[in-house]
């Protein structure tokens, strides 16, 4: 990209619009891949929040129904624990969609 980008500004007889653009097309690989990576992140981050949220609620539920608050961290702590399980099972294929993602636009 960097040197893609350079090739752009050596050409002295094009415009400041004709680089500009140029440079643009040269950056714009490197911004679909950051967008394919970024998706993925996201998605994860916003799925183990959900997570994470609905353990706070049911420890919340608990607490307010008299069931004490050590039962009610313990609750929460198992279900957190759970949450970070479970997402952390989903890594290999986050990363197969970014990998694939990624190897689709080398095409």
Do not use: Y
Not at 38 to 55: I, K, N, P, Y
């Amino acid at each position: 990209m960097f040197h893609c980008s350079a090739r752009c500004c050596e050409d002295r007889a094009a415009s400041m619009q004709q680089v500009q653009r140029c440079i643009e097309r040269c950056h714009a690989p490197l911004a679909q891949a950051q967008a394919i990576v970024t998706g993925e992140l996201e998605r994860f981050q916003d799925r183990l929040s959900r997570c994470t949220l609905h353990c706070s609620d049911r420890a919340k539920d608990a607490l307010e129904a008299g069931g004490g608050e050590t039962r009610a961290r313990s609750q929460l702590d198992a279900c957190v624990a759970a949450c970070g399980d479970e997402h952390l099972r989903l890594v290999p294929g986050m990363a197969k969609r970014m990998r694939d993602g990624l190897a689709a636009l080398q095409h």
